[in-house]
C-alpha cells in the first residue's frame, strides 16, 4: 500500500517561499519519476511539476516555471518542492503522486491517472 504524506504548507505573504516535501512509503521510490500537483476548491487538480528518478530531468507548468524547482532525495523516499516568488494564484492544496510502473517517464506524469492520492498541505499566499 502506497502512502503519501505531505508537509511543508502554511501560510505566507506573495513574494515568500515555501518549501514542500512528500515522504512516500509502502515500496521503493527510487527508480519511479515522481511529481507535484495542486488544486483549488471547485477546481480539476492540475499539474505543477514532475522528477526523473535520477532527478536529471524536470518539468514544470508554464505557470510556475522560474519560480519552482523541484528534486527529491531518494535515499530518504522524499521530493521537495522548492516555491519561491509567491503568487496568490498559487493558493491550493498541494499533492504529491508516483505512476504504478517504474516504466511512466516524469515527461508523463502530467497526464497519468492516479488511484491514489495523499491528503495534501494547503499554500495560502496573502496579497
Known amino acids: 500500500q502506497v502512502q503519501l504524506v505531505e508537509s511543508g504548507g502554511e501560510l505566507v505573504q506573495a513574494g515568500g517561499s515555501l518549501r514542500l516535501s512528500c515522504a512516500a512509503s509502502?515500496?521503493?521510490?527510487?527508480?519511479?519519476?515522481m511529481g507535484w500537483f495542486r488544486q483549488v476548491p471547485g477546481k480539476e487538480r492540475e499539474f505543477v511539476a514532475a522528477i526523473s528518478w535520477t532527478g536529471g530531468s524536470t518539468y514544470y507548468a508554464d505557470s510556475v516555471k522560474g519560480r519552482f524547482t523541484i528534486s527529491r532525495d531518494n535515499a530518504k523516499n522524499t521530493v521537495y518542492l522548492q516555491m519561491n516568488s509567491l503568487k496568490p494564484e498559487d493558493t491550493a492544496v498541494y499533492y504529491c503522486n508516483v505512476p504504478k510502473s517504474a516504466r511512466v517517464p516524469a515527461s508523463d506524469l502530467a497526464n497519468y491517472e492516479y488511484d491514489y492520492w495523499g491528503q495534501g498541505t494547503q499554500v495560502t499566499v496573502s496579497s
Open positions: 509502502g515500496r521503493t521510490f527510487t527508480r519511479y519519476a
